[in-house]
């Protein structure tokens, strides 16, 4: 083997002298060997979490940087009752109306959640399709991204909302040009994250392992708060009311106690509520909710599928879940009773009320997250 000088050791450790090689092997550049260790990766990001009520809203990690070249999966991370979430890029344009991102950047826009039906009733809704369905088309080559396009993985889900047709459980995107690229779900544009692709010879990118810890940091984060936010909300409160009757209000799901909206509770605060016949409960809603008494189980599906000829089938709103329904100021058992959807961004307002003047045990449910448990309970006494 060749005898190198203590200069040539120093100089070859600081990476200013070609290796040397035993015999007469051509020596390897470090500029050569810092590209053969930047061969794209492929690397995988969680998309929401939680487990029955309790619910995740956040791409795990929240931030990632990779290299060009590099492919990101999202992966879904719910179970079967769960949330259901998009990974959306909106850096160009696409088809129909347009909806900016709450807190994005100036001229950042995503896909409305509903649009009317191709020759329906007037009011009849439909999930957007461009939201809905995934821009990568079955059998065709992972997308690629350069933040000059609109890419879209379609509504993640555990279960496949149209029988014989994928859940779309994972979405997979390769970056082609360095920079900075914000995405969110289309469902729930709260939850944002953000690729930073570099160039190829930059080494300070995570591994997968790295990836994984710092997911998993982020998600006991987002539960403990959540925590927090469950005891707060177990507080009842109440202020009187005309004639000696009482105004009770409960929660409708509460958020974090971030103020950033990435972690959610979904349950009614107090879940069961016992009141004197002629009080009346108000519901809050900051998030998507509704308060539905429904005297006829099974509870409502909020969607119907229309199967269409050509094409992915409309997912139309059903009305009985998206149209308010309150035949009277007072409950009455023998009715159906529908909020419909309550939240800071939804057109009816955030809160919803309701007298009772009959004595009784009344179950209710929020329509759209009855699955994942989302139930309550108002049980009224004599006055």
């Known amino acids: 083997m060749k005898q190198l000088g203590y200069l040539s050791i120093v100089l070859l450790l600081l990476g200013l002298l070609p290796a040397a090689l035993p015999g007469d092997s051509a020596p390897v550049k470090i500029a050569a060997a810092q590209q053969a260790s930047a061969a794209p990766r492929t690397v995988t990001v ?39 979430h998009t990974v959306t890029f909106s850096g160009g344009p696409f088809p129909g109306p347009q909806r900016a991102v709450a807190g994005g950047w100036p001229g950042e826009f995503i896909p409305p959640g509903a649009v009317p039906v191709p020759g329906g009733q007037p009011g009849e809704n439909m999930r957007n399709p461009v939201r809905a369905w995934p821009t990568r088309q079955p059998g065709a080559p ?33 970056f082609t040009t360095p920079g900075i690229y914000r995405y969110v779900c289309a469902l729930h544009p709260h939850m944002q994250g953000t690729i930073e692709a570099v160039p190829t010879a930059v080494a300070d990118v995570p591994s ?28 009842i409160r109440s202020e009187p009311g005309p004639n000696g009757t ?125 699955p994942m448990g989302m139930k309550g309970t108002i049980i009224v006494q004599q006055r």
């Open 246 to 370: 009482t105004f009770w209000f409960v929660r409708a799901g509460v958020f974090d106690t971030s103020g950033e909206m990435r972690g959610q509770l979904f349950d009614f605060l107090p879940k069961n509520l016992t009141v004197k016949a002629g009080d009346t409960v108000i519901w809050e809603s900051v998030d998507t909710h509704t308060i539905t008494f429904n005297t006829t189980p099974p509870a409502p599906e909020p969607i119907i599928v229309k199967p269409q000829p050509d094409g992915p089938p409309f997912l139309v709103e059903n009305p009985k879940v998206f149209q308010p329904s309150k035949p009277a100021q007072a409950y009455d058992p023998a009715q159906y009773f529908n909020s419909a959807l309550l939240g800071m961004t939804q057109a009816r307002g955030a809160s919803w009320a309701l007298t009772f003047d009959q004595p009784g045990v009344y179950e209710y449910i929020c329509a759209l997250h009855e």
């Open 208 to 235: 997968q392992a790295e990836i994984d810890k710092q997911a998993k940091a982020e998600a006991d984060h987002l539960l403990a708060l959540i925590e927090k936010a469950r005891a707060l909300g177990k507080t």
């Open 142 to 174: 992972v997308e690629t991204y350069d933040g000059m396009t609109y890419v879209n993985s379609g509504e993640m889900r555990m279960r496949p909302r149209v029988p014989g047709m994928p859940a779309y459980q994972t979405f997979s995107l390769a």
């Open 46 to 84: 969680l998309v929401g979490g939680g487990q029955d009520t309790l619910i995740l809203d956040n791409f795990f990690p929240h931030t990632l940087r990779v290299r060009v070249g590099d492919t990101v999966v999202w992966k879904f991370n719910g179970d079967e009752n769960h949330h259901v």
